[in-house]
């Protein structure tokens, strides 16, 4: 199974995007994360999660 974080910012400019390939064998957690250490510009995001390229759970968001 490849999951993967796809983060957007306002009108869908590409900020990221990761994949991770995972094989769980009953419930399993994991994590993606950005980062960019002079900020992020004011605005809203958007983040998708996809597996195995269909979209599974979708959060806007914004930074003031």
């Not at 510009?41 to 003031?64: H, K, L, M, N, T």
């Amino acid at each position: 199974l490849v999951l993967s974080a796809r983060w957007t910012y306002e009108d869908g400019q590409l900020v990221s995007e990761t994949s991770q390939t995972i094989a769980p064998t009953g419930p399993a957690t994991t994590e993606f994360h950005i980062a960019k250490p002079d900020g992020f510009p004011a605005g809203r995001y958007q983040v998708e999660i996809r597996a195995d390229g269909q979209v599974v759970e979708s959060q806007s968001f914004e930074v003031r």
